[in-house]
């Protein structure tokens, strides 16, 4: 059974940083891509970033505060988030496209 589970999310102060997991289950997500998306309130899900191997794409909003990485030995994709704005506040959706899989998401506060 496919399964993509998120942890990390809570509530920090602008410039924090928080790093956000993606226990992935039933595949190995080495082999595909992985995406980060987020929904903050009132708006649509938008595209965070992706990895596939050693390859990563970033959304420009996030670009050099954020970075996608994974751990084959944990099947674990990371979201390391940096110098975090109040705009980044949303539920954060770890994504297999290929697997058509999501998880449940896991919620990111930023705020003084």
């Known amino acids: 059974q496919v399964q993509l589970v998120e942890s990390g999310g809570g509530l920090v102060q602008p410039g924090g940083s928080l790093q956000l997991s993606c226990k992935a289950s039933g595949f190995t997500f080495s082999t595909y891509t992985m995406r980060w998306y987020r929904q903050g309130p009132g708006k649509q899900r938008e595209y965070v970033a992706q990895?596939?191997?050693?390859?990563?794409n970033y959304a420009d909003s996030v670009k050099g505060r954020f970075t996608i990485s994974g751990d084959n030995t944990k099947n674990t994709v990371y979201l390391q988030m940096n110098s975090l704005k109040p705009e980044d506040t949303a539920r954060y959706y770890c994504n297999a496209p290929a697997r058509g899989a999501w998880g449940q998401g896991t919620q990111v506060t930023v705020s003084s």
């Open positions: 990895i596939t191997g050693v390859s990563t």
